[in-house]
């Protein structure tokens, strides 16, 4: 049995899973859907399309699902859709998608700090984390165990590579390639994540290609394709390096240096 609130409004077209709680003054509208064991603080609202996976936690003011900022929304039920595990802290917002059928994706395992933002048709990976006032303008792609950090903003389109870590109070205009760390505005890659790459048990061979790849990219006064090139001649073949290579490869906005 879900244990709600006499203060929240529930509407009967939600769909509430076994164990749920739903705090004072929460809103869930029609659609929604509440995975079983999750928990809404007070004062929280989930509206549209929305899936909320199994053992969420959401805190005061957060708001989910409520309809894109994106001015090229012509109508349509467009949702978002949510994984399990997921923290999401005081007065963050997830925005709904712009086109009819399309989401906004923030996978399991994510933390939403106080005050971060995921606009239209973004894809959060898993385990990622957006820190206290992390924006994400819309069609953002922030890859598995990825950091942004405080009061940073990331230009739409733009990907975040998995294991990267972004400094707070950057301004991400550009793809920011997966193991590395950049900070500043503008914003600089300034070495690989070596400490986010040992927690999450990256080998020290690949840990050692990683840093030179980077050399290679960062400091060589080569061109992309000449840096790749590089690479695979130095026989740089860890998964890692190929991830890279792979997410170099087919960048669209360019890398940010």
Avoid at 119 to 135: K, R, S
Wanted: charged share 20%; glycine share 12%; with cysteine.
């Amino acid at each position: 049995m879900s244990d709600i609130h006499p203060t929240a409004v529930v509407d009967p077209g939600a769909e509430i899973g076994d164990g749920v709680r739903i705090g004072p003054y929460c809103i869930v509208g029609d659609g929604v859907r509440i995975g079983s064991g999750s928990s809404l603080h007070s004062h929280v609202v989930i509206d549209g399309d929305t899936w909320l996976g199994a053992d969420c936690v959401v805190y005061p003011f957060a708001c989910l699902g409520t309809r894109t900022q994106d001015k090229k929304y012509t109508g349509g039920q467009p949702g978002v859709r949510i994984g399990e595990r997921v923290t999401i802290r005081e007065y963050a917002t997830v925005n709904a998608g712009t086109q009819e059928g399309s989401y906004t994706r923030v996978g399991s395992d994510c933390l939403l700090m106080a005050y971060s933002h995921v606009a239209h048709n973004c894809e959060v990976g898993d385990h990622a984390m957006l820190v206290n006032a992390a924006t994400l303008a819309g069609e953002v792609v922030v890859e598995p165990y990825a950091t942004v950090g405080a009061l940073t903003g990331v230009h739409q389109f733009t990907r975040i590579g998995t294991m990267a870590f972004i400094g707070g109070c950057s301004r991400v205009v550009q793809d920011i390639p997966p193991y590395m760390i950049a900070v500043g505005n503008p914003i600089e890659v300034r070495g690989t994540n070596s400490v986010g790459l040992e927690r999450r048990g990256v080998s020290p061979e690949a840990r050692r290609e990683l840093r030179q790849a980077y050399r290679l990219l960062y400091r060589g006064n080569l061109g992309t394709s000449a840096a790749i090139e590089k690479m695979r001649a130095k026989n740089l073949v860890s998964p890692e390096v190929q991830r890279l290579i792979q997410f170099v490869e087919s960048s669209a906005r360019g890398l940010a240096k």
